[in-house]
């Protein structure tokens, strides 16, 4: 493509958001931060429903083990305490 061609068609692009390259909206981050928290609790809750769900048998004391790590960082991470 040669140079007028390309002017053309830059020219027909929308001007960027005004803030430059990387202002990111504080709504926006906020939404992430929710979205994050809510996929964290809902992870919390799966867990909790496998722990309690799970046989008390030695053979899957390992995994019941991993899963309670993994809802106790979890729970850190929220803010959430037993």
Known sequence: MNNRAM???SSDLPAP??????AADPRSLLV???ISHAEKLRRVL???EWINGT???????ATRRSWQEQRERLLGE?????
């Open 78 to 82: 929220l803010h959430i305490g037993n």
């Open 55 to 61: 046989p008390d048998t030695p053979m899957f004391e």
């Open 46 to 48: 799966q867990l909790e």
């Open 7 to 9: 002017r053309a068609v």
């Open 32 to 34: 992430d931060s929710a």
């Open 17 to 22: 958001p005004a803030g430059g390259a990387g």
